[in-house]
């Protein structure tokens, strides 16, 4: 049997992509699920949807999370609507793609308060709900912190600050709740990236091939679970971090 099985869980940005492979591997795990959505609501509800089918219980929050006080208020009502909070997986985030000398302050304080502000109130306000029984928090980083990407240095950035989150936190709520990250790799590519492009990626990575949301949800299965690491930061990514 699972440890997860019957546990809570909040995965936010569960409504598409890599969140909505997280919640359900989650769900396989017999976990309960908080599904977190802002803008993709047909998404949530697929993802809701499917859970119910492997026969345990989801529900729908909307929360945007560039609202200062939404992180508060998502967490009150999961732990309300659930009776508790054990779990909770930092997934929502956005990627926007703009030259260096076009980015703007405002480009600059959304990418930071959904990637990075965002995680840290939500880890605040988790390990609140989870009292003295505990928990565990699982961000989700991104290798582009560690690369350079000419078009993404407001997101490289916001999710280096990620990664110092983790740690900080890891630190400051232990024992009680234990806080670590995964960092994926190509996962999802863009549709429009050129085929030459992938190739290019593929050839610099180790492992020469591009990975699945089902590499990074299996990851936060294994983080979420494992009663004796805090503070990791979990490389997902095909080895791409050694070169």
């Given at each position: 049997m699972s440890a997860l099985k019957g546990k809570v869980a909040l995965v936010t940005g569960a409504?598409?992509?890599v969140g909505q492979a997280i919640a359900l591997a989650l769900g396989a795990e017999g976990m309960r699920v908080a599904v977190h959505h802002r803008?993709?609501?047909?998404?949530?509800?697929?993802?809701?949807?499917?859970?119910?089918?492997?026969?345990?219980e989801a529900s729908l929050f909307a929360a945007d999370l560039?609202?200062?006080e939404?992180?508060?208020?998502?967490?009150?009502?999961?732990?309300?609507?659930?009776?508790?909070l054990d779990v909770l997986v930092n997934s929502a985030a956005i990627m926007r793609r703009v030259s260096l000398d076009a980015v703007t302050p405002a480009d600059w304080d959304e990418t930071f308060a959904i990637n990075a502000r965002a995680p840290f109130f939500l880890a605040l306000a988790a390990a609140r709900a989870m009292g003295k029984r505990g928990g565990a928090i699982v961000n989700i980083a991104d290798h582009l912190a560690h690369e350079s990407w000419p078009m993404l240095v407001p997101h490289a950035a916001s999710k280096g600050?990620?990664?110092?989150?983790?740690?900080?936190?890891?630190?400051?709520?232990?024992?009680r709740v234990r806080v670590n990250a995964v960092v994926p790799g190509a996962v999802l590519?863009?549709?429009?990236?050129?085929?030459?492009?992938?190739?290019?990626?593929e050839a610099g990575t180790p492992l020469k091939r591009l990975?699945?949301?089902?590499?990074?949800?299996?990851?936060?299965?294994?983080?979420?679970?494992?009663?004796?690491?805090?503070?990791?930061?979990?490389?997902?990514?095909g080895g791409r971090h050694l070169r």
């Open positions: 409504g598409q992509r803008a993709s609501a047909a998404g949530a509800k697929r993802t809701a949807s499917a859970l119910r089918g492997l026969g345990v560039r609202d200062a939404a992180p508060d208020r998502l967490v009150g009502e999961v732990a309300s609507a659930f009776g508790s600050a990620l990664e110092t989150i983790t740690r900080q936190l890891a630190a400051q709520l232990a024992p590519p863009p549709e429009d990236w050129p085929d030459t492009a992938r190739k290019k990626f990975g699945s949301p089902d590499d990074v949800a299996q990851a936060v299965v294994y983080l979420a679970s494992a009663p004796y690491v805090t503070g990791t930061l979990l490389f997902v990514d």
